[in-house]
Structures are given as C-alpha cells and as structure tokens.
C-alpha cells in the first residue's frame, strides 16, 4: 500500500526527491525514516493528521522538505544540499488513526511501511 522510490547515487550538495506512492485506503498521519548502514532506525521527517504540520529531525532541519500532492496519494520528501551522512535506505510510513505530537517521531506509531528505497552520497 506503500511503495517508495526515487533513491539513487547522488554527491554531497546534490538533490534528491523521494516518492511514496500510497494506494489501498486513506491514511491520518505520514512519516519518512531511515537506516543508515550498522545503525538503528531514524525518524527524518513527518506529516501531521491535519496537514498543516510538518516536523523534522534536527540533522535535516531546512534541507529536507515533507510534502503531498493535493489528492494525498503520494507523499514527497524533497532533499537539497545531500551530506555523506545522510546516506541510508529511506522509508515512508503511514499511520491508519491520528498520531499525536508527542509520537509523531516513533516508528512504532506507524501501522504501514513502504519498501525503502537506498540514497547514497558520496563525498
């Protein structure tokens, strides 16, 4: 019901735009993580129930930007000025009933998950 896409082999400062197709029924709430190589899952970016917040982790504050297309059927996550340490597999996130503030950042707020797909950055 989720089908992310859009990764690639970019170098430091490029831009990337990831996509996740949704299909199959409406959802409350989207998030974007991702999995650095060696390391645990990480909240990037989420999408509130409303659509008029959107929250960011710290590392990506400013360059990456959540976003939706007016039918809410995919959801975007635009990434500018792309670092090494950003480089992971990057997974959308949808939440069937509202997610509140305060767990918008957790994983285990999510009911679905797309398939990820790999952003490398080079130096």
């Known amino acids: 019901q989720l089908q992310a896409f859009g990764g690639g082999l970019v170098q430091a400062g490029d831009s990337l735009r990831l996509t996740c197709e949704v299909s199959?029924?409406?959802?409350?709430?989207y998030g974007w993580f991702r999995q650095a190589p060696g390391k645990g899952r990480e909240f990037v970016a989420a999408l509130s129930w409303s659509r008029s917040l959107r929250v960011y982790a710290d590392a990506v504050k400013v360059r990456f930007t959540m976003s939706t297309d007016n039918a809410q059927n995919t959801v975007y996550l635009q990434m500018s000025t792309l670092k090494p340490e950003d480089t992971a597999v990057y997974y959308c996130?949808?939440?069937?009933?509202?997610?509140?503030?305060?767990?918008?950042?957790?994983?285990?707020?999510?009911?679905?998950w797309g398939q990820g797909t790999l952003v490398t950055v080079s130096s």
């Open positions: 199959g029924r409406p959802f409350s709430s």
């Open positions: 996130a949808a939440a069937i009933s509202r997610v509140i503030l305060s767990a918008i950042r957790f994983a285990r707020a999510y009911n679905y």
